[in-house]
């Protein structure tokens, strides 16, 4: 393992650590601190940060999906505060007319308090997006929540909810998952997975393997003819996937995502090429996993965070 690997490994565990998160935003000047770094990477702290960071996908000719970042929430009543504050979104989203998928965790509106709840709490957001049109977007959580997103998404499915769900190519499961998912009408989100996991459950980071993976997952799911989200930055894997599938451009239902600030220039220009584009911008103050996590993709970005801190 490089040292780069291992520096990453770092910051992935930071990422999944709820006592260091606690420890950091409950201090006044290390909130401070981090929030500015975290900016780099979010839209802002505000719906209206999401909707302005919305406008200006737009406006280069993106799709669009917003998330009002959290995860672990084990409060009931903070489940039922956060739950209204993605209802307000969708709310501000019909408003201004702009058709953007809402992404989530499961983990943010009550999958670790109670399943129903949950389950309630989809039917709520769905219900107010169903005028736009558009899907509410399952995130991927760490391996140990696997089953239960899936268990989840299969009752949301059943009841006819536009939702649809993350699966991440780094798993060895998620080749059998498929099976299920491909079962379920809702877009399927292909990510190559963000969460520091043993190798005994997931492919190691930048290897031969994943990148395998990725492409057989997505071979599979285009030969189903599913909608699809192809959501990597990986710019030799993006075109390893166009030159196996040539009519890429002509298939309205699969699209390539990137997140906000990263492979912005990949994006555009695929969407130049006639591609379906998404940008995908999150926004609020419960970033910790959602950032950590984008500067363990490259831990080169730490320079960027000291930098970020110190201006």
Do not use: C
Not at 74 to 99: G, H, M, N, P, Y
């Amino acid at each position: 393992m490089t040292n780069r690997d291992r520096a990453a490994d770092v910051l992935r565990g930071w990422a999944l650590d709820e006592d260091l998160r606690e420890t950091v935003m409950s201090s006044p000047a290390l909130a401070a601190v981090a929030t500015k770094i975290a900016r780099q990477y979010s839209a802002g702290g505000t719906i209206n940060d999401a909707l302005a960071a919305a406008a200006r996908s737009m406006d280069r000719g993106h799709l669009v999906s917003l998330e009002y970042v959290g995860e672990s929430v084990r409060d009931a009543e903070l489940v039922k505060t956060e739950t209204e504050v993605f209802l307000e979104l969708i709310s501000a989203l019909r408003a201004a007319q702009i058709a953007s998928t809402v992404s989530f965790d499961l983990s943010h509106i009550g999958a670790l308090v109670d399943r129903d709840l949950t389950a309630q709490n989809v039917r709520a957001m769905a219900r107010e997006l169903a005028p736009l049109g558009t899907a509410l977007m399952i995130s991927a959580e760490g391996s140990e929540r696997t089953d239960l997103v899936l268990d989840l998404y299969d009752t949301l499915s059943e009841e006819g909810l536009n939702v649809g769900i993350t699966v991440q190519a780094r798993l060895h499961r998620t080749e059998a998952d498929l099976d299920r998912v491909l079962r379920r009408p809702g877009i399927i989100r292909l990510v190559k997975g963000a969460f520091l996991e043993p190798e005994e459950i997931a492919h190691p980071r930048g290897s031969a393997e994943l990148h395998a993976a990725y492409l057989s997952l997505t071979d599979r799911i285009l030969q189903a003819g599913h909608p699809v989200s192809l959501a990597t930055h990986d710019a030799a894997l993006i075109e390893d996937i166009i030159t196996r599938h040539a009519d890429l451009a002509d298939r309205p239902q699969v699209e390539f995502e990137m997140l906000l600030g990263l492979g912005t220039a990949t994006l555009d220009r695929l969407h130049r090429d006639g591609f379906t584009t998404r940008e995908y911008s999150s926004f609020g103050d419960q970033w910790w996993l959602y950032v950590l996590n984008r500067i363990a993709e490259e831990p080169e970005r730490v320079w960027d965070a000291i930098t970020a801190a110190a201006s």
